[in-house]
């Protein structure tokens, strides 16, 4: 057994050992024949290979929590980390491993991505784990049913990141004389009050990620829970081509005024870093921008302060990282496969991760007092919107559109943003066309 | 064709070629010395200080760093270098020793054809060659990524010996041939102890090239045995709070050691080699 | 034609001897088949699909292409690559060509001198990205350490500046590959008779102008050498702008290569990243088909 993973390890025992092969196949017969379960020969544990890109100092931390227990649960973890572009250097990996025919038991998958994958067939259905850990219970149902392809889960869900939040540093909020900001009008009138005084507005950094983070953050403010959902989930073209659209650009137009004209490549950590030292007032991001409050010993509440985007209180825009699972064809990598599923969705790991990740869990049944006061008023928020119409995909983090689609908004929003002297309209036109030739 | 310019001496001509030379000199070593000081200083003095200002405190902390994230990837990339220099050399110098001595109906069009995959951009080529790699069962193995530099690989060194043995007069095999001497004794004879000057330039040229692939690597070999290059991305394109300049340095010199010594230390091979006609075209 | 064949006498051991060399080329052979030219016909078949996220055999006919010659990006990029191809390449020879010329005057302390210029050669694109990256980020980089030193008003910010940033590449371009064009020239010039020089200046010519028309004519094949190395690092400069710009900002540094790759993999548009790779095979193609005819139909000497 094994064979497959250990490939070069049996060819090299083969050239010393001719009988070796013989006698490794006589073993599993012998094994097969007395039923005894295969994970009690000590020799050959499953292996479960992950390929992901948490590599950042809190994520590989939290990763390193989950090998931990598949270890000990005894089983061999595989690493594969590749980082770089959000993932996009993973996601070229994953794919042409696939068409060797050879992918890794797990693989960092997200939103509409997994419909793909499970269409292909590629990915296998974990019915015994979710059954036996009470998935359905556990998990919130929109979250539920981006993990499912055809009914069954194929993949695991590790956290809920919010989108929507905007940092501020009250230090230079006060020394600005600042108000913190709840509608649009405020954020400009925050974001002058800043400038005045001599610090940058917006910290920012100019990648086409983050500056469709913006553009998505204010689409949801303009354009309200039911216009964000037309125009980017449904692709509805009046959504995408109507006034309000223009007046969305008008703004980020606007916006980027605030920001730092030196921005462009800039990664998003080391615009946090320039609010964290008092150089700029707000950021626009994620959730994950706590992890570089956590990293520098500041305290939410007191040191900075978390509110959802001006004009997006009550909505929720979501972005999850999950593990899809792979069809593999050896008994004991399944076992393995299984354990890490059922292993992701464990408090315990639950905990840890987020709490670096600066996320929310996944599971409902978690101890929130564990966590600061940024996460549990996120908390808070995801089970309020869920009520309503307020939880809604994230556009920028691929939970909405294909990547095709993705890609094409992108391309005209981060365009639009770095050419000063684009027009609104024109840019509303040419999103329109993009999103139509990407369908 | 080492000749004056202007006579030897003192003079305002020799001034002038000597400012040139050594304002050229300094421009190509700045990124290093960067580079270099960069690897030394505390992140604190790096945001503090300026690209040439001295370290204030010399830390060797980034190096110790960059060592522990990408050193025990160096191994691998040696593991993969060595044998895809070797055999992909081995390959091109047959194939130059065919091209120029042996040609036959089509071997030009061959040799066309080899030289356009030099302008093939790999990305291209990630697909069908990892489902190549599936189906001879050498998918995520060693063994496949160092077949993938061979093949792409092959086309330079083609290159380089074909060039070098079309400058040798077909005389010399005319008579190893009449003399009765066999494909192989003229090749292994007459034609690869003259070959040193190419094999180092090709040695060189190959170990630089796939040494610092990333694409292939980061494709073909997974986990424990990635090449350097792959770890330093995953350093690089990785920031944690402050981004720590120094290590990223320290690790960038750390993966372009062994060919910038190779550099260094056989670059006068390297000259020679080209002197000796590989560049004749 | 054929230089040795002639020789042959019917035997069955000169039968295989005739055979030799062309068993030695076959697997060659067979890697240029599959592994190239195998691998472009899938990329072009795949071209006429509408295959997305993976390979799928739908056949679209010229969608593909149509849809890439609407997208403004994929114009940014081909403009990009003939303004990067064109100034890496012409400067590069420039540089390289004169820096041999001055090195071959009689300079001490040559060979030091020579490794200084050569040494960017043996760094990946992915280093000098990074290095380069940093020297030219304004407010850290040369931007700093100039305003510093005193110059209060010089700004260098090409590095964000959508119509400026391409140059950005050529510089770490040039900076990488011009000390190899100066070895490639060096060692051409050290294979020039000093005699021919000797001649013309008793002619009375002039130094540079001995160079010019005499000197540097004779080294066509050099020329044919390095215009074939640059062109290859200049068209697989896919690193290089990866470490540096990642395309931006916006997509304003974004060249064909990055597109092609962005399309296939990241976007799950397959079908559209082969289109934009066949045109890219295409127009190398009709640049270099012509150039590889004349040089290699000339030089052969029997």
């Not at chain 1, 993973?90 to 960092?108: C, D, E, F, H, W």
């Not at chain 2, 402050?242 to 990223?248: F, I, Q, T």
């Amino acid at each position: 057994m094994q064979r497959k993973h250990h490939d070069l390890h049996l060819h090299n025992n083969k050239k010393r050992f001719p009988s070796m092969n013989a006698i490794t196949r006589l073993a599993a017969v012998i094994s097969f024949a007395s039923l005894l379960p295969l994970s009690a020969v000590a020799a050959d544990p499953g292996t479960v290979e992950v390929l992901h890109w948490w590599t950042s100092g809190g994520e590989a931390k939290a990763v390193e929590t989950l090998k931990e227990q598949v270890k000990k649960d005894g089983f061999v973890w595989k690493d594969n980390a590749v980082a770089g572009g959000g993932g996009a250097a993973a996601m070229t990996v994953l794919k042409t491993r696939a068409i060797s025919g050879n992918p890794p038991a797990a693989a960092q998958i997200k939103g509409p991505d997994i419909q793909e994958w499970g269409a292909l067939g590629l990915l296998t259905e974990l019915d015994d784990v979710s059954k036996a850990n009470h998935w359905d219970a556990l998990l919130p149902k929109q979250v539920a049913d981006i993990m499912k392809y055809d009914g069954h889960y194929v993949a695991v869900p590790v956290n809920i990141h919010r989108v929507n939040w905007l940092w501020i540093n009250p230090q230079v909020f006060e020394k600005a004389g600042a108000k913190v900001p709840t509608t649009l009008d405020e954020l400009f009138a925050a974001a002058d009050t800043l400038k005045a005084a001599g610090f940058t507005a917006f910290a920012h950094g100019g990648q086409p990620w983050q500056d469709s983070t913006v553009f998505e953050d204010l689409a949801l403010s303009i354009l309200g829970n039911k216009g964000y959902h037309a125009a980017f989930v449904e692709l509805d073209e009046q959504a995408l081509t109507g006034e309000k659209m223009v007046e969305v650009f008008k703004t980020l137009q606007r916006l980027g005024t605030y920001m730092d004209p030196n921005r462009a490549g800039r990664d998003w950590n080391i615009a946090a870093a320039e609010v964290i030292s008092g150089k700029a007032g707000m950021q626009i991001m994620g959730d994950w921008a706590k992890s570089e409050w956590t990293a520098a010993g500041k305290v939410a509440g007191k040191d900075y302060l978390c509110v959802a985007f001006p004009g997006t209180q009550g909505s929720f825009t979501y972005n999850i990282d999950s593990l899809a699972m792979f069809k593999l064809k050896n008994e004991n990598d399944i076992k393995a496969q299984n354990d890490l599923a059922k292993v992701a969705l464990e408090p315990e790991f639950q905990t840890v991760f987020n709490q670096n990740k600066g996320s929310l869990p996944v599971r409902q049944d978690m101890d929130m007092s564990l966590f600061d006061a940024c996460t549990q008023k996120s908390s808070v928020d995801f089970k309020d919107a869920e009520k309503g119409n307020g939880l809604q995909p994230s556009m920028a983090h691929n939970m909405a559109t294909s990547l095709a689609v993705q890609g094409a908004i992108f391309d005209v929003v981060t365009n639009f943003l770095n050419d000063p002297k684009a027009d609104p309209a024109t840019a509303v036109k040419q999103l329109s066309s993009a999103i139509k030739s990407a369908k | 064709m080492t000749k004056p310019l202007a006579s030897r001496g003192f003079s305002l001509g020799r001034l002038a070629i000597y400012g040139t030379l050594l304002l050229a000199c300094a421009v190509y070593l700045i990124p290093l010395i960067v580079m270099l000081l960069t690897s030394f200083k505390s992140p604190e003095d790096i945001r503090t200080g300026n690209l040439l200002s001295w370290p204030e405190v010399i830390t060797g902390i980034g190096w110790i760093k960059a060592w522990d994230t990408v050193g025990g990837y160096f191994w691998n990339s040696v593991k993969i270098t060595v044998p895809a220099v070797v055999v992909s050399t081995l390959l091109g110098a047959l194939n130059g020793y065919v091209l120029s001595m042996w040609r036959f109906r089509g071997s030009q069009l061959f040799f066309g054809l080899l030289l356009f995959g030099c302008f093939l951009p790999f990305q291209t080529v990630l697909l069908p060659a990892s489902f190549t790699l599936g189906k001879l069962g050498l998918a995520s193995t060693t063994t496949g990524l160092v077949l993938v530099h061979i093949v792409y690989g092959l086309a330079f060194t083609t290159l380089f010996f074909r060039n070098y043995y079309t400058s040798v007069p077909d005389a010399l095999v005319r008579a190893a041939r009449l003399d009765g001497a066999g494909f192989f004794t003229i090749f292994g004879r007459i034609l690869l102890p003259m070959s040193v000057p190419i094999i180092m330039v090709c040695l060189i040229w190959q170990f630089t090239q796939i040494w610092n692939d990333f694409l292939f690597g980061v494709v073909f070999a997974s986990g424990d045995a990635q090449p350097i290059t792959v770890a330093l991305n995953n350093l690089v394109n990785t920031s944690t709070g402050v981004k720590e300049y120094n290590v990223d340095m320290a690790a960038a010199m750390i993966a372009g050691l062994p060919t910038l010594l190779v550099y260094v230390m056989a670059g006068k091979y390297f000259l020679r080699g080209l002197t000796a006609g590989a560049v004749k075209g | 034609m054929s230089t040795v064949a002639a020789f042959n006498k019917a035997s069955p051991l000169d039968a295989l001897q005739r055979w030799l060399p062309k068993l030695v080329l076959a697997p060659s052979m067979l890697i240029v088949l599959v592994g190239f030219y195998g691998y472009i016909f899938w990329t072009f078949l795949l071209s006429f699909t509408n295959s997305s996220f993976m390979p799928s055999y739908k056949w679209v006919g010229l969608a593909q292409y149509a849809k890439l010659l609407e997208n403004d990006r994929w114009w940014v990029a081909s403009k990009n690559l003939m303004v990067f191809g064109g100034l890496f390449i012409s400067i590069s020879l420039v540089v390289g060509v004169l820096l041999a010329v001055l090195l071959d005057q009689r300079i001490r302390r040559e060979g030091f001198i020579r490794t200084i210029y050569l040494y960017p050669m043996a760094l990946s694109m992915i280093v000098t990205g990074t290095a380069w990256k940093w020297l030219l980020n304004p407010g850290l980089g040369l931007d700093k350490l100039l305003r510093d030193w005193g110059w209060e008003g010089f700004r260098l910010d090409w590095l964000v500046d959508p119509d400026r940033v391409v140059y950005c590449l050529v510089i770490a371009a040039v900076w990488q590959a011009s000390g190899f064009v100066m070895a490639l020239f060096l060692a051409g010039l050290r294979g020039v008779d000093p005699s021919i020089i000797r001649a013309a200046q008793v002619d009375g010519a002039s130094l540079p102008s001995i160079y010019l028309r005499i000197v540097l004519p004779s080294l066509r094949p050099v020329f044919f050498s390095a215009l074939m190395i640059l062109a290859h690092i200049a068209i697989k400069s896919f690193d290089l702008v990866a470490a540096m710009t990642a395309g931006g900002p916006g997509y304003a540094s974004d060249l064909p290569a990055m597109f092609m790759y962005a399309f296939t993999f990241s976007r799950g548009q397959m079908g559209m990243g082969s289109a934009s790779a066949i045109l890219m095979l295409g127009a190398i193609l009709s640049i270099l088909v012509p150039y590889l005819y004349s040089e290699l139909r000339n030089k052969r000497h029997d």
